[in-house]
């Protein structure tokens, strides 16, 4: 968790930013704090008064907008005077659901990096997906121990049972050398960078699939880096002597087996096999 900023300043107004739901959640979080920062705010992910709350919700599951919800309430509650922006999945699929005092902007997944157009001049209405990636939502609030890096959004997948297809769009991937880039700033100060996305295993490089590339042209930098949940039709040994020959990789990956019945597969429209993860 971000502990607050220090600033000499004691009279700046102060922000609290929080983060529902997946590691993509997280990076984009830290990326308005960092913006927040540079204008001037104090920023904080405490749960505390604050003049302005940052709600990047959630909606992978009834739950998690139930949730995404119930925070906006909790936040107002701490400060009745306070004003709230809210973007994210939850909004993304349904912006009228945060319609409620004190809360002064609602947006999607879209314009995250608008943070500070979107305090002067509220909007109660989502930006369209870009066509490829935004690689403006950058430059994460820095940590000493585990940063995050953002190296693809949406997804391509469409199994019967996820919404965020529709709440994220489709895949794009992020740019290779402006991955890099931020990859060797982080390094400089964070001892382990976790590579994130919607569907990681859709990375490309020169529209090739390039997850393993990537991560291997990481093998110099002072940080571990990890990975997290891959789809299975990535699993090559192409793919897996890359990791192997990247010292600095943490040797541990999840592979997501929703059912081990073929046609529960089929009707969740997985595009595997069980047979086929096995192998």
Known sequence: MLSTMQNDKKSLKKAC???????????????????????????????????????????VTNEGEKKSRQYISKLSSLNPD????????????????????????????????????LIDNPRFEKFEFYPKYNQDVKNPYKSQT????????GCNNFCS???????????????????????KVLSSNSSEIVLTGIDMSSFKIDGELGLGKLVYAMRNLSSRIRIGSLEVNIITPEFLQYLKNTPNFCPQFHLSLQSGSDSVLKRMNRHYTSGEYLE
């Open 161 to 183: 049972y996820c919404l965020i297809p529709y709440v994220r769009g489709r895949s794009r991937s992020r740019d290779f050398e402006d991955i890099m880039n931020e990859a």
């Open 82 to 117: 306070s004003k709230i922006i809210v973007c994210g999945c939850a909004s993304e699929n349904n912006i009228e659901q945060f319609k409620k005092p004190n809360v002064i902007s609602v947006i999607g997944n879209e314009g995250k990096e608008r943070i500070l157009e």
């Open 17 to 59: 930013l929080i983060s529902l739901g997946c590691k993509v959640n997280k990076y984009e979080i830290d990326c308005m704090a960092t913006i927040l920062n540079d204008a001037g705010w104090q920023v904080t992910t405490e749960h505390e008064p604050a003049d302005l709350y940052i709600v990047n919700t959630c909606a």
């Open 146 to 153: 585990r940063a995050y890096l953002k190296i693809q959004d």
